[in-house]
């Protein structure tokens, strides 16, 4: 398998929508290049491809190290019960009181479920709250992407 790629995806292989797409993106030190894919394949529990201009085993060891990204464009929809978790980023969080917890700056894997992590305004200039909600329906009760906003069941003391 001379000049294939080994990708380890975050997620379960199989579920991967890498495996159906024809053009990756992958950052690295030296920045951004976009690779047009010939064959990509589960193996075990990463992910081979074959990407057009990558020749030989020098060549892929010098991608190492890479994150591969798609277009969120070639993203295929999410059913009606589901999210992408980069669409919930910049998303207002508010408790069931109205209360401000903070800004979706991301969505963390720390073990059996993701987090949100939040960003709020401190008490002080420059100083900022950071909290963590568990991404599960008994906290996180309602997400409207179209409003940009999230209502969650929880305190600001927690």
Same mark, same amino acid.
């Given at each position: 398998?001379?000049?294939?790629?080994?990708?380890?995806?975050?997620?379960?292989?199989?579920?991967?929508?890498?495996?159906?797409?024809?053009?990756?993106?992958?950052?690295?030190?030296?920045?951004?290049?976009?690779?047009?894919i010939e064959q990509a394949r589960?193996?075990?529990?990463?992910?081979?491809?074959?990407?057009?201009?990558?020749?030989?085993?020098?060549?892929?060891l010098a991608l190492k190290g890479?994150?591969?990204?798609?277009?969120?464009?070639?993203?295929?929809?999410?059913?009606?019960?589901? /999210?992408?978790? /980069?669409?919930?980023?910049?998303?207002?969080?508010?408790?069931?009181?109205?209360?401000?917890?903070?800004?979706?700056?991301?969505?963390?894997?720390?073990?059996?479920?993701?987090?949100?992590?939040?960003?709020?305004?401190?008490?002080?200039?420059?100083?900022?709250?950071?909290?963590l909600v568990p991404l599960v329906?008994?906290?996180?009760?309602?997400?409207?992407?179209?409003?940009?906003?999230? /209502?969650?069941?929880?305190?600001?003391?927690?």
């Open positions: 398998m001379r000049g294939w790629l080994r990708i380890v995806p975050f997620n379960d292989p199989h579920d991967s929508i890498l495996t159906g797409r024809p053009r990756w993106w992958l950052r690295g030190p030296a920045g951004c290049r976009q690779l047009e589960v193996h075990g529990d990463e992910i081979v491809a074959k990407a057009r201009g990558v020749e030989g085993r020098d060549h892929a890479c994150e591969v990204m798609i277009s969120r464009a070639e993203f295929p929809g999410a059913n009606e019960d589901e /999210v992408y978790w /980069v669409d919930l980023i910049g998303c207002t969080v508010r408790n069931r009181e109205g209360e401000l917890l903070g800004v979706v700056a991301a969505v963390e894997e720390f073990g059996a479920d993701p987090v949100l992590r939040l960003e709020a305004p401190g008490d002080a200039p420059g100083r900022t709250i950071q909290r329906p008994a906290h996180v009760v309602e997400v409207d992407l179209a409003g940009r906003r999230i /209502v969650a069941d929880w305190g600001l003391d927690y």
